[in-house]
């Protein structure tokens, strides 16, 4: 396996998972308006579902990147344009600040297993989670080395391990953010850094054979 695009991996999924998106989002509301280990448990289901949609993606890919190089060269363009096309319509969405005050507080007590499990079933039954992945791990796939299998396997757990320790980070800083959270301005950075790391995976694919 090839450590430097496994470093630029690391770099890439800590980046997409500090980047404003509904799992980060309804972790922190749920942070701040209840508390912080109910943002953990939620944040820790979500990212348990990535397991999933790992081996979903490794499976698939791999056989069918085991056929050619034609099919490697193809996924490869393919998730570029797909991760392009995400940057695409995050430049046209519209940058509102958490509105704390119009967010739904349940008040009825609800166990951290539960909020486990509605994480990991949100994630799981998320196909735009599985378009994602198809798209991304593809691009930081090393030809020499380990199989393409094991590789993505690999790859999916580091992006759930980061995402675990930054979701359940935003939820335990949720009440320090609460300033930024309400300000347009903080979604605007947000916004065109998430556009820009989107368009800097998508551009790899130039740079990397």
């Known amino acids: 396996m090839d450590y430097s695009l496994l470093l630029s991996f690391i770099t890439a999924s800590f980046l997409l998972a500090i980047m404003p998106g509904p799992d980060n989002i309804l972790v922190m509301t749920e942070s701040l308006t209840k508390n912080a280990k109910n943002g953990i448990a939620l944040a820790l289901g979500m990212n348990s579902g990535i397991l999933i949609h790992t081996l979903a993606a ?55 297993i539960e909020l486990f499990k509605n994480g990991f079933i949100m994630n799981v039954l998320n196909p735009k989670v599985s378009l994602f992945f198809i798209a991304l791990l593809p691009q930081f796939l090393s030809k020499d080395g380990w199989s393409t299998m094991i590789q993505m396997c690999i790859l999916g757990a580091i992006f759930m ?9 935003l939820a335990i800083l949720a009440g320090s953010l609460k300033k930024y959270v ?26 990397i054979p």
């Open 58 to 112: 490794a499976t698939g890919i791999s056989l069918i990147l085991q056929q050619s190089t034609m099919a490697y060269t193809i996924i490869k363009i393919m998730g570029a344009i797909y991760l392009l096309y995400l940057a695409y319509k995050e430049y046209h969405s519209e940058t509102i600040p958490l509105d704390l005050a119009r967010a739904k507080i349940d008040t009825a007590s609800t166990s951290y």
């Open 182 to 207: 309400q300000s347009s301005r903080f979604w605007k950075i947000m916004k065109w850094s998430k556009i820009a790391v989107l368009v800097l995976i998508s551009s790899s694919l130039f740079l």
């Open 161 to 169: 391990l980061i995402g675990a320790i930054t979701f359940s980070s």
